[in-house]
């Protein structure tokens, strides 16, 4: 059942023992609004806590300094959750294995992923939001909770981070809006924005050093690939987190409008990863292959053929899209 | 002499042919502010003209399709300044070659640089704007001009490049709301945060490359420097825009408090710039060089000296100032 912001501060309000879930693989706003979710309902005096299927990364790991965490793996101890609820979470198989059981236990869900395939019992949706964060920020301000820094920079890491520093498209006039609140209400922006977009760590520079030997142009430029062999990841010890937005680089090569990233797995399979600039439609490309996604951003998956068959189909597919929109006309 | 908002609109008020000039090597916040306010006057009936000792860069032309160019080398047509306004120029040097005559005659100086060296002959600054934007939509909303989706487009350029798209300290919950204003009055944030943040030629990528090839680490990791020698510059192909930003590189580094890159000039001589995160003081070490700047960003030149020996000065300076600030005990 749907129900509006209102509504669920309202039952916020009725229960004293609630349990935060975040999804796995955690990123900024899913733990960002975690953190001021719960903090936000301390404050009124509630019993509060936090779990999450994977490690909370170094970088967020400040936002949790005042928040209790409940270990799915030991809940023998003296806090019974009597009301379950679900940030940034759009699907079951998002809940990770330690929360693999939980799903089904979730009082509400709160969302922005227009996807969100309707696990908990009540949902507060608003795929309007450009991040999850938005709404808790509506939420906390129902619950006339105030605002106070920690809270701010809780909530203005979930939105900046959604938002790639207000950057992609999703921002709207909201979204700054409530990032203008936070930053009055004390959050430490300029620190947040240093920390999230304005370091890499050497791995990820040694990675992105070898990945720019590896790119590719094809039909006049219009589209470039990247690929990223395995070797290349273990050369620089590269871990997952390294890899966060190296997809988008191809795309961002001036004249692309179609960037491919192939990049192999562990098992041998090779993961592609499509960015796009409009009128592209990367899910239109990554369909023909079984895979899927948004029109600027989109992934498929390729098993068993050997990486320069892999290739060949995707640009041919990719040469194709390009070609019924027009874009090859005038191609050198 | 120094004056308000609401005093430079009722000048401009009172003035029917106005020149509006940009600085020298012209960024989106000197252009963006000079179109708007061009667009801004000419939907109150006056006649504008703008000039710029240097071309406009082709990623900012779309904002000046409204805007008519003055040409101070054929001044004879038939149109007479009768008020000189400069947007977003600090100082005399920055008019450049062709508006060289210009400082003197400069009636009205809009700026938001905190060094501005009062050349002209009243001055409306704001030193707590993050860009000049932010004075010119107040000095719009001031003269009643509508903000229609171009002019918006406009202000919407010079903010979010001023600020690397609120990424910078320098953005405040000012600089966020007139932002969002200028989203509901219809700027194409989405269209310019593209073609503005997340579009790099190849030559910049070319560079990028080699450039990571001459990174060195110094005090721990805390110190990070990298080389641009002059043959770099050449194999690549890089100009001088596809070196913005690249200066930033340096500190971005994971652990590094203070990066400093050293670009080889034309002429032989060495341009050094400082980028550092609190508590480093890039000014006080340019300093002890002749140079200078801000806490976070500052510069030094040396014309002599050979390039080892550049090095060396330069990081016993930068070891001097981490031990100062006690950075250096756990140093390994």
């Given amino acids: 059942m749907d129900i509006t912001i209102k509504e669920a501060a309202k039952q916020l309000r009725h ?4 349990l935060i879930l975040s999804h796995r693989a955690p990123d900024g706003d899913t733990l960002g609004c975690a953190a001021a979710l719960a903090m936000g309902l301390a404050s009124l005096q509630k019993q509060v806590r936090f779990a999450c299927s994977d490690e909370v990364p170094k970088k967020f790991a400040d936002l949790f300094s005042e928040v209790s965490v409940f270990d799915p793996a030991q809940p023998n101890e003296d806090f019974r959750a009597g009301f379950l609820v679900s940030v940034d979470i759009a699907a079951r198989n998002l809940f990770g294995d330690a ?5 089904d236990q979730v009082d509400l869900c709160i969302d922005h992923h227009q996807s969100n395939d309707g696990f908990a019992r009540q949902r507060c949706l608003d795929a309007t939001a450009a991040a999850t964060g938005e709404i808790i920020y509506a939420l906390l ?4 909770v105030p605002i106070h820094s920690k809270i701010a920079d809780c909530l203005y890491t979930a939105i900046s981070t959604d938002t790639g520093c207000f950057k992609y498209p999703n921002t709207t006039s909201r979204t700054l809006r409530i990032a203008a609140d936070l930053v009055d209400a004390g959050a430490n922006a300029a620190d947040i924005n240093r920390r999230m977009f304005d370091t890499v760590s050497k791995a990820r520079l040694a990675l992105e050093r070898l990945a720019l030997e590896h790119l590719e142009y094809h039909f006049g430029g219009r589209c470039v690939s990247m690929d990223l062999p395995r070797a290349l990841m273990e050369e620089t010890g590269a871990k997952g987190s390294d890899l966060d937005g190296i997809t988008s680089l191809p795309r961002q090569i001036e004249g692309a409008l179609l ?5 192999e797995r562990k098992d041998g399979g090779y993961k592609l990863s499509l960015r796009g600039q409009p ?3 990367c ?3 990554c369909e023909r292959f079984g895979g899927g996604g948004h029109r600027g951003a989109a992934g498929c998956t390729f098993d068993t053929l050997p990486l320069e068959e892999v290739k060949r189909q995707i640009l041919t597919a990719a040469g194709e899209h390009l070609l019924t929109l027009g874009l090859l006309h005038d191609a050198p």
């Fill in 15 to 18: 229960h004293d023992h609630i």
């Fill in 99 to 103: 929360l693999s059981g939980y799903p």
């Fill in 141 to 144: 301000r129902e619950l006339q």
């Fill in 259 to 263: 960037g491919i990233t192939i990049r």
């Fill in 279 to 281: 009128p592209v439609d």
């Fill in 283 to 285: 899910a239109a490309v």
